[in-house]
């Protein structure tokens, strides 16, 4: 197992004059972590990954595994396994073969490949399908054979790019708790991608969040969630995603409060930076309220019952939001729902660029000690 | 039900039209084979299996049987091993590569006549480029007409100008189909290029590759244009293949009988070669990576 950095680390395709997919890149992934890299399609995330097992080369910067400088050396002088989205199983070739592959090309003794395989087999459930070929297999079997062929060469590092996304939601959640109890009794270094919150808060040690070949944020699942760097994270985490509403600070009576329109919600004091005039205000939705008196109402237009939670869409003093209660059967469309916003919940972020207002926080932070 | 009655009238109808452009020449060529003709306007003479009797009697047919079973390993070996070679080169990204695609395919736009006097002029021993070329360099060039080994070695050669491209078009399709990942599933795995080459390159290409050798096995089998406009089965028989024999039989030396006995057994004998061959290479089984 092993320590993983990335220093400045850059992709642009077209021979270096092309876009850039992985931009100024910057991470330290301690031993045994599970660092999950989430983000939306198109940011980098993957391309990030494929440079860690170098099946891209990096346009600049260096990566180390295990203090080795990595950077340019071939995917097999790495020691590092990777499970693909479409699993990537040798179709002519058996279970069993499929996961001997690469002990056999590194020249491992036949008994002791024998032993490995049968060792993975075991551990994830495997044994009954050993002689069989990729095309019997259902999705769930063939992920774990997927990763069966990675856990039988003991790598380094683990990399699993989008391993979940063919399955189905079912199958997904089962083979999550299997990932986090593999990494829980092997304590892998593992990079997991994934363009699912869900995934990434779970599973997670840390998250990264990128846009645009960008870090937005690496932190901790809950303290993304917390306290968001910027609008983008705060919608990304979080499922409905965050209420923002673009405003002014303003003084109200001795505090300073957002106004929009007929809203105007007081905000904390000393949390945040409070020099910008234009900001955005975001509440989760679960952090709404129901306050009988209070002077703001939801209209609602939609109810979502979805079992334990009720959600809500409608309009609260001319902005549309979303809110979550626990579950509440009397709400019905066209009810009008007297709700408060509780003080220590909001966000405060900048109308230009979305960065958090929050004190001692941010992006920049993050980034900053991440590449020092 | 209307459509029912359509679709079927349709499906009998090509059955009857195949039946007659494909089973009638082939019934009339076994039925001729058990008789005696000089022309197919005179009277024919029942003798029953005396053709058959005849013909494998003959040292003629079985020498034309392996001259044909030569030329045909050879011509396929290369074909496939050369447009296999290609084909990887094609593969790859480099400048320029759709104009390069498009010349290596040319040469199986060429009519075999057109190639067969292409090849002639250039290996002429008298006139020809290459002697002229060699020439300038002080070097004789013999003549590969008169020699077994030479002439089935030219029509091997001109065989697979031919139709190596054919080969080269088809495992060029077969390539897009392997998935890349699979390749960067090797490489993570440690395998270099010779291993991915062989452990998913070629396992990717089986359907393909069966059906390539399956087709040039039937098509270099019975191969007469070629062989008859390079050499006409000589020098004494060297090149005489089972078409060859039955076309000189029946149309030179107007033993039709005879010619039509050479070309049923020619056709028994790719037929049991190929069921043979479908067996032990199954191209459903191949596809499914089995």
């Known amino acids: 197992m092993a320590r993983i950095s990335l220093q400045?680390?850059?992709?642009?395709?077209?021979?270096?004059?092309?876009?850039?997919?992985?931009?100024?890149?910057?991470?330290?992934i301690e031993d045994g972590e599970l660092i999950v890299f989430v983000g939306p399609s198109g940011c980098g995330k993957s391309t990030t990954l494929r440079m860690i097992a170098g099946l891209e080369e990096a346009t600049s910067g260096a990566i180390l595994i295990g203090g080795r400088n990595v950077?340019?050396?071939?995917?097999?002088?790495?020691?590092?396994?990777?499970?693909?989205?479409?699993?990537?199983?040798?179709?002519?070739?058996?279970?069993?073969?499929?996961?001997?592959?690469?002990?056999?090309?590194?020249?491992?003794?036949?008994?002791?490949?024998?032993r490995r395989v049968k060792a993975a087999a075991v551990s994830?459930?495997?044994?009954?399908?050993?002689?069989?070929?990729?095309?019997?297999?259902?999705?769930?079997?063939?992920?774990?054979?997927?990763?069966?062929?990675?856990?039988?060469?003991?790598?380094?590092?683990?990399?699993?790019?989008?391993?979940?996304?063919?399955?189905?939601?079912?199958?997904?959640?089962?083979?999550?708790?299997?990932?986090?109890?593999?990494?829980?009794?092997?304590g892998a270094t593992m990079i997991f991608v994934t363009h699912d919150q869900v995934e990434a808060m779970t599973l997670g040690d840390r998250i990264v969040i990128m846009r645009d070949g960008v870090i937005q944020q690496?932190?901790?699942?809950?303290?993304?969630?917390?306290?968001?760097?910027?609008?983008?994270?705060?919608?990304?985490?979080?499922?409905?995603?965050?209420?923002?509403?673009?405003?002014?600070?303003?003084?109200?009576?001795?505090?300073?409060?957002?106004?929009?329109?007929?809203?105007?919600?007081?905000i904390p004091e000393n949390t945040f930076a409070t020099q910008e005039k234009n900001v955005t205000l975001g509440i989760r939705p679960e952090h709404l309220v129901i306050a009988d008196g209070s002077p703001l109402e939801m209209s609602v237009s939609l109810v979502e019952q979805i079992g334990a939670q009720t959600y809500l869409l409608g309009m609260i003093a001319g902005h549309k939001m979303r809110a979550v209660f626990e579950r509440r059967d009397e709400i019905r469309s066209g009810d009008k729902v007297p709700i408060a916003f509780p003080t220590e919940r909001l966000h405060l972020f900048s109308s230009a660029g979305g960065a958090t207002l929050r004190k001692t926080e941010g992006r920049v932070a993050v980034h900053a000690k991440e590449c020092a | 039900m209307v459509q029912d009655r359509r679709v079927v009238a349709l499906f009998i109808g090509s059955i009857l039209l195949l039946g007659v452009i494909i089973g009638g020449p082939l019934v009339y060529a076994i039925m001729l084979s058990f008789y005696s003709a000089k022309s197919f306007?005179?009277?024919?003479?029942?003798?029953?299996?005396?053709?058959?009797?005849?013909?494998?009697?003959?040292?003629?047919?079985?020498?034309?049987?392996?001259?044909?079973?030569?030329?045909?390993?050879?011509?396929?070996?290369?074909?496939?091993?050369?447009?296999?070679?290609?084909?990887?080169?094609?593969?790859?990204?480099?400048?320029?590569?759709?104009?390069?695609?498009?010349?290596?395919?040319?040469?199986?736009?060429?009519?075999?006549?057109?190639?067969?006097?292409?090849?002639?002029?250039?290996?002429?021993?008298?006139?020809?480029?290459?002697?002229?070329?060699?020439?300038?360099?002080?070097?004789?060039?013999?003549?590969?007409?008169?020699?077994g080994v030479t002439a089935r070695g030219t029509i091997v050669l001109v065989s697979v100008w031919l139709w190596t491209p054919f080969v080269i078009t088809c495992v060029l399709a077969g390539l897009q189909t392997i998935p890349t990942q699979l390749y960067e599933a090797a490489r993570v795995d440690g395998a270099g290029a010779w291993r991915q080459f062989w452990h998913i390159t070629v396992p990717g290409l089986r359907s393909v590759l069966v059906v390539v050798i399956l087709l040039r096995g039937i098509w270099m089998f019975?191969?007469?244009?070629?062989?008859?406009?390079?050499?006409?089965?000589?020098?004494?028989?060297?090149?005489?293949?089972?078409?060859?024999?039955?076309?000189?039989?029946?149309?030179?030396?107007?033993?039709?009988?005879?010619?039509?006995?050479?070309?049923?057994?020619?056709?028994?004998?790719?037929?049991?070669?190929?069921?043979?061959?479908?067996?032990?290479?199954?191209?459903?089984?191949?596809?499914?990576?089995r």
């Open chain 1, 71 to 114: 950077t340019h050396l071939p995917p097999k002088d790495r020691n590092v396994a990777m499970v693909f989205q479409n699993y990537a199983l040798y179709p002519q070739k058996t279970v069993y073969d499929n996961m001997a592959f690469g002990l056999y090309v590194r020249g491992e003794d036949r008994k002791e490949i024998d």
């Open chain 1, 218 to 266: 690496a932190g901790k699942p809950l303290e993304l969630y917390d306290r968001p760097a910027n609008t983008f994270v705060a919608g990304f985490i979080g499922s409905p995603e965050m209420n923002l509403v673009n405003g002014q600070l303003v003084e109200d009576g001795e505090r300073l409060a957002v106004r929009s329109g007929d809203l105007t919600l007081r």
């Open chain 2, 222 to 289: 019975n191969k007469f244009d070629l062989i008859w406009l390079l050499t006409k089965g000589g020098p004494l028989n060297q090149t005489e293949t089972l078409p060859t024999l039955a076309y000189r039989k029946s149309f030179l030396e107007f033993n039709l009988g005879g010619g039509a006995a050479v070309a049923t057994l020619s056709f028994l004998i790719l037929a049991g070669v190929m069921l043979i061959y479908l067996r032990l290479f199954p191209i459903d089984d191949a596809k499914q990576g």
């Open chain 2, 41 to 147: 306007v005179g009277e024919l003479q029942w003798v029953g299996l005396a053709n058959y009797a005849k013909t494998i009697q003959d040292p003629l047919f079985w020498q034309a049987f392996a001259n044909g079973l030569m030329i045909a390993l050879a011509a396929i070996f290369l074909q496939v091993v050369l447009g296999v070679g290609i084909a990887l080169v094609l593969n790859r990204r480099f400048f320029g590569q759709s104009v390069v695609r498009a010349v290596s395919i040319l040469p199986y736009f060429l009519p075999t006549v057109v190639a067969c006097l292409i090849a002639q002029w250039i290996l002429d021993p008298n006139y020809g480029l290459l002697k002229s070329i060699l020439a300038s360099f002080g070097i004789g060039i013999a003549d590969w007409s008169a020699q």
């Open chain 1, 8 to 28: 400045h680390v850059s992709k642009s395709f077209g021979g270096g004059h092309g876009p850039s997919a992985v931009k100024d890149f910057c991470l330290e």
């Open chain 1, 124 to 186: 994830l459930d495997l044994e009954a399908l050993l002689d069989r070929k990729p095309r019997q297999l259902s999705g769930g079997q063939m992920q774990r054979v997927a990763l069966g062929r990675a856990l039988v060469r003991d790598p380094d590092v683990f990399l699993l790019d989008e391993p979940l996304s063919n399955l189905d939601a079912k199958l997904r959640v089962k083979m999550r708790e299997e990932i986090a109890t593999l990494h829980a009794r092997l």
